[in-house]
Nanobody
Framework: QILLVESGGDLVQPGGSLRLSCDAS????????MAWYRQAPGKQREFVAD???????TYADSVKGRFTISRDRAKKTVDLQMNILNPEDTAVYYCHMKGTTTWGQGTQVTVSS
C-alpha cells in the first residue's frame, strides 16, 4: 500500500523554480514529523529538509535559503518550494515519515539547460 505520493518533479533550467508536493492523506498526518530526501545518480540518499508536527522546519546547508518546506494540515500535504535551482539539485526527491520506514515512490527533478 502506497502511503505517500509525491508529485511536481520536472525538467527545469538552472535558476528556475519547482514546487514538489507529498500527498500524505493516507496517514495520521498530524502525528508525524515529515521530511524530504533526495538521491542523485550514483550517490546515497541525503536529507533535504524536514518539518515537525508543529511546523518547525530544518534544512540541509546545501538548500538553506533556496528551499522552503511547508505542511498543510487541512490538505494533509507536505510541500517543498525549490528556488534558484542548479544542476547539483538534480535527483529523485522522496517524501518520508520520520521515525518510520515509510517512503514515497519519488519524483524526478532534473535541472539542466
Amino acid at each position: 500500500q502506497i502511503l505517500l505520493v509525491e508529485s511536481g518533479g520536472d525538467l527545469v533550467q538552472p535558476g528556475g523554480s519547482l514546487r514538489l508536493s507529498c500527498d500524505a492523506s493516507r496517514i495520521q498526518f498530524s502525528r508525524y514529523d515529515m521530511a524530504w530526501y533526495r538521491q542523485a545518480p550514483g550517490k546515497q540518499r541525503e536529507f533535504v529538509a524536514d518539518i515537525s508536527s508543529g511546523g518547525r522546519p530544518t534544512y540541509a546547508d546545501s538548500v538553506k535559503g533556496r528551499f522552503t518546506i511547508s505542511r498543510d494540515r487541512a490538505k494533509k500535504t507536505v510541500d517543498l518550494q525549490m528556488n534558484i535551482l542548479n544542476p547539483e539539485d538534480t535527483a529523485v526527491y522522496y517524501c518520508h515519515m520520520k521515525g518510520t520506514t515509510t517512503w514515497g515512490q519519488g519524483t524526478q527533478v532534473t535541472v539542466s539547460s
